[in-house]
């Protein structure tokens, strides 16, 4: 299976939300993802690194990323994704969940 590698850069509209620490979430299986959180100096900005084995769907993936950073209003944030087949709406609540992994 051939892998796709997708990069980002990304940059929240009102960004406020910066990491103390890492974070990983998820698992790398049938129609899911892992993601991993990690703080990191960007000039404000998120970089948005994607591997998964479906092709073509960039702009999709450019679309739920940039949507992410906006709505969770982050900064200076490395994301490392590693999907295997994951629906958009699965890459979102996974996201939403490793963020949310930082404030427990």
């Not at 991993?36 to 970089?47: F, T």
Request: with cysteine; proline share 4%.
């Amino acid at each position: 299976m051939a892998l796709n590698t997708l990069e980002f850069d990304c940059k929240a509209e009102a960004a406020t939300v910066r990491l103390a620490a890492p974070v990983h979430y998820g698992v790398v299986g049938s129609g899911d993802l892992e993601v991993i959180l990690e703080p990191c100096d960007l000039k404000g900005g998120v970089k948005v690194k994607v591997t998964t084995p479906v092709g073509g769907f960039d702009a999709v993936w450019r679309k739920v990323v940039q949507a992410f950073v906006n709505r969770a209003k982050l900064a200076d944030v490395a994301i490392d994704i590693n999907d295997n087949n994951a629906s958009p709406a699965v890459v979102s609540m996974r996201l939403q969940q490793a963020l949310a992994e930082t404030a427990a």
